[in-house]
């Protein structure tokens, strides 16, 4: 994929990630003692949040991309401005600086052995809002991608609103519009909205959902994440329904290592209207269902893996690859992004993924019950017939 064969835009939340390093032996009672003294080793820094995650990964994938996250012009933000910069291109070319406002960071505390333990400050990702985009600097955009409403305050409080009429612009001057979502903390704010209310508001102008399955099943059912333990074909089937039929075109439910699950419009009107992106196959993307298991790799970290597997979703959609296609090209960038520590660093060239996928590179089994489903050997996937579908529609 050439560099400036599609041009998008990501926006949304953007932090910087601080990671102490510690001692192999260290426990969490060594470690939390009120009024100790610890030693750590340095301190590494970098870039969290879905606008660097799925940006970063689109970039090195050979997307032409730039960032939409929001810094104050306090220390940590020029550190995640330098950061940005140092990646190249025109990645920080729409990066937003607040004065007066703090940056968000996180402290991340891991010490072998141990879960880890997150200190977040949402900093000016909560006074983020659709006012802080101009249209101006989106409209020559082919697809525009925003990360994480539930961790900023202005794009949720309203109840979507204001986001929404966002979109509707976009999709008016006819860019393609995709979003990404995150699990909020039960206890927080965010925790409280009335996500289903939320959804109904906004997914009418989203081209391209592409949530958790576990973000999902708290939103629309008000239950904890630990619902998606007992997935299963039908369960995905319903609940991707509903976010068709609250408006979205095409809903791609990221599974975790079970993999990536996708389903489509019955709608050939609304695909043929996704704007810039619009399929040049409308009839393949239409009325479809499929599961993707991931590929066989050796995990060392799994932070950014979600984020990763959209960079790869959305950049085979820009190429107008056939579903199956797009679906295996996602899952393979989510698989190298596992195979290194942080989110980006293992994402390769597209040219790479391509081969590797190629090469005959080994998916895991399917661990979900799918009750009359077929397996597709030779595109890797696992489909729904259709006359399936028709019965659920």
């Known amino acids: 994929m050439a560099e400036g064969a599609g041009e998008v835009i990501v926006a949304g939340h953007i932090c910087l990630d601080m990671f102490p390093t510690f001692a192999d032996g260290e426990t969490r009672e060594k470690v939390l003692v009120p009024g100790a003294l610890v030693d750590v080793g340095p ?32 220390l940590f933000g020029r550190a995640i401005l330098d950061l940005v910069r140092g990646l190249g291109g025109a990645l920080a070319q729409d990066m937003l600086v607040a ?25 000016a990702n909560d006074t983020f809002g659709a006012q802080d985009i101009a249209l101006e600097q989106v409209r020559h955009a082919r697809l525009f991608h925003f990360g994480y409403p539930p961790l900023m305050r202005r794009i949720y409080q309203d109840g979507g609103v204001s986001f929404a009429l966002l979109l509707r612009a976009l999709k008016e001057q006819g860019v393609t519009t995709s979003l990404d979502m995150a699990l909020p903390d039960p206890a927080s704010e965010a925790g409280h909205v009335d996500w289903e209310h939320w959804l109904t508001n906004v ?24 619902a998606g333990k007992h997935l299963d074909g039908p369960r995905l089937s319903e609940l991707a329904a509903r976010l068709l039929q609250f408006g979205a075109t095409i809903v791609a439910l990221k599974l975790g290592d079970a993999g990536l699950y996708l389903r489509t419009t019955d709608d050939g009107e609304r ?9 040049e196959d409308v009839l ?110």
């Open 284 to 393: 393949a993307w239409r009325h479809l269902e499929l599961l993707t298991p991931c590929f066989q790799v050796q995990v060392v970290g799994t932070t950014g893996a979600g984020d990763c597997t959209i960079a790869g979703f959305l950049a085979g959609f820009l190429q107008n690859l056939s579903p199956e296609e797009v679906m295996r090209s996602a899952v393979a960038v989510g698989a190298s992004s596992v195979e290194q520590a942080d989110a980006t660093s293992g994402v390769p060239s597209w040219s790479q993924v391509q081969a590797r996928i190629h090469a005959g590179w080994a998916q895991c089994p399917v661990t979900l019950a799918l009750p009359d489903w077929q397996e597709d050997q030779e595109r890797g996937v696992w489909r729904r017939p259709d006359e399936q579908q028709s019965q659920s529609n």
């Open 203 to 226: 997914l009418p102008f989203v081209d391209i959902f592409l949530p958790s399955v576990d973000e999902i099943i708290f939103m629309l059912s008000h239950s904890d994440s630990h």
């Open 43 to 74: 301190a590494v820094l970098a870039l969290g949040g879905a606008v660097a995650n799925t940006g970063v990964a689109l970039h090195r994938l050979g997307v032409s991309t730039r960032l939409m996250g929001k810094v104050g012009d306090d």
């Open 99 to 123: 004065p007066g406002e703090h940056s968000s960071y996180s402290v991340v505390i891991s010490p072998p052995g141990m879960d880890r333990i997150f200190l977040h400050h949402p900093g």
């Open 271 to 279: 695909l043929r209207h996704v704007g810039a992106v619009s399929p």
